[in-house]
């Protein structure tokens, strides 16, 4: 079990979301760095889609009430547990009474704390995502508050292996127990460390103005402070149509780049309606997801045009990569 000593800024229980359900009107939801979260996941020998806390801007203070096994992902929050700095990207064996203390982010936005065996919280629709609008999934269909208790799932054969690995690899001079090996940093700036985003023209792009058109791609917009989980509002320079009828809604997804009335571009993220009538100029490339999730507001950001194909390619090279990795793992865990 895990306790909640102070919930952060905005911590709730995510994962690769609700699929299979907007036809209904039900949203995807689920986490806003999916990489992030299948990494997380395989240090702690977990399914990549399992659920883990996913925490904004400023981080919780937990309380683990057993031995268990837990990596961080994603943004630096200056982490400690129990007191002393906590490594991102690896597996760390938690002892029983330990705290986790994470801090403001130093860099980037969010951060994924997976938990080895996983949360045992309610699977609602074939997700533990919790969808706060709707008042479904995770935690009592909530972020997490003060005193709350997060029951956890037994371990596995594989977390038990890498709770093993660690006992038996961990130095005493690093102060905690955890592996010599980490992700590569070379591999994770690669991920995170682009200078733009690379972006799809969408449905509706021929409609924008020339001139528009060579802003979206030559211009830098910043992150509004109106931001959140559902999208993120863009200012910069105004995108006009060179038409003004009215659109049928239609689907989105994540990544999709709407520009309302205004000319202000809004990116659409996990918590995104299921359609939408505003004109599409562009679609984020899925694998430049994350970069966008750890965007915080004031940050900038400027698009880069690649073709379906490309971003195809690029998908398929980040699936490969995760699967090489689990493979790296289970090598690790094999003897």
């Avoid at 999916?34 to 996913?54: C, K, R, S, Y």
Wanted: net charge neutral.
């Amino acid at each position: 079990m895990i306790r909640v000593l102070e919930p952060g800024l905005l911590s709730t229980i995510q994962d690769e979301g609700r699929k299979g359900y907007q036809r209904y009107g039900i949203i995807v939801n689920g986490v806003m760095d999916p990489f992030a979260l299948q990494v997380a996941n395989l240090l702690v020998g977990n399914d990549i889609e399992e659920a883990a806390i996913e925490v904004t801007l400023t981080g919780p203070t937990l309380r683990f009430e057993e031995e268990t096994l837990i990596a961080v992902c994603g943004a630096d929050f200056s982490a400690l547990l129990d007191d002393k700095p906590l490594p991102l990207w690896r597996p760390v064996l938690v002892g029983k009474g330990s705290i986790l203390n994470m801090k403001f982010s130093k860099k980037g936005c969010r951060a994924l704390i997976a938990v080895a065996g996983g949360l045992d919280v309610p699977v609602v629709m074939d997700s533990k995502s919790t969808y706060i609008r709707a008042g479904i999934g995770g935690f009592k269909g909530r972020s997490l508050e003060k005193e709350d208790i997060l029951p956890t799932n037994s371990l596995s054969l594989i977390n038990q292996k890498i709770l093993n690995l660690i006992k038996k690899q961990s130095s005493a001079s690093t102060g905690f127990k955890t592996v010599p090996w980490s992700i590569s940093e070379v591999f994770l700036k690669t991920e995170y460390e682009r200078s733009t985003v690379r972006v799809l023209k969408g449905r509706q792009y021929d409609e924008f103005s020339p001139d528009s058109q060579k802003l979206f791609w030559s211009e830098t917009f910043k992150l509004s402070t109106q931001s959140d989980r559902m999208g993120y509002r863009l200012d910069g320079p105004v995108l006009e149509r060179k038409v003004s009828t009215d659109l049928l809604s239609e689907a989105v997804a994540f990544g999709t780049i709407q520009v309302p009335a205004d000319g202000q571009p809004i990116v659409l993220l996990a918590d995104r309606q299921t359609i939408g009538g505003y004109p599409k100029i562009g679609q984020v490339a899925s694998v430049d997801l994350p970069i966008l999730a750890q965007k915080k507001p004031g940050e900038a950001v400027q698009f880069e045009e690649i073709t379906h194909r490309e971003a195809q390619q690029l998908y398929r090279k980040r699936e490969q990569d995760v699967q090489l990795l689990k493979i790296a793992i289970n090598s690790k865990i094999a003897f």
